[in-house]
């Protein structure tokens, strides 16, 4: 049974950190890119960044490029998303997810979610 558990989120102020972890089982992890995408109240899920299998290639929402980093560790089969210079409208669910593709940027055909951590950025 695949399962995908994301922790490492809580409150913080704008400006702020944060580190989400992502721990992966039951599936050949360094097999999968692996993703991370968010949502926020009342909005769609939306891409927020990916990772090749190898960890060679990263991919990024605009919105988030040059203040997140998504990294990989396929030793420990985990997956995380350095959140730096926080801001209000980062506030969501941040889930992680797997895919065989190469560079998976859509929500449409992840093959595998977790069930999400809250990340909340006061002003």
């Known amino acids: 049974q695949v399962q995908l558990v994301e922790s490492g989120g809580g409150l913080v102020q704008a400006g702020g950190s944060l580190r989400l972890s992502c721990a992966a089982s039951g599936l050949s992890f360094s097999r999968y890119s692996m993703a991370w995408f968010r949502q926020a109240p009342g909005k769609e899920r939306e891409f927020v960044a990916s990772?090749?299998?190898?960890?060679?290639?990263?991919y990024y929402a605009d919105s988030v490029k040059g203040r997140f980093t998504i990294s990989r560790d396929n030793a420990k089969k985990t997956v995380y998303l350095q959140l730096n210079s926080l801001k209000p409208e980062d506030t969501a669910v941040y889930y992680c997810?797997?895919?065989?593709?190469?560079?998976?940027?859509?929500?449409?055909?992840?093959?595998?979610w977790g069930k999400g951590t809250l990340v909340t950025v006061s002003s």
């Open positions: 990772i090749s299998w190898i960890g060679d290639h990263t």
């Open positions: 997810a797997a895919d065989t593709r190469i560079a998976p940027t859509s929500v449409t055909g992840m093959d595998y």
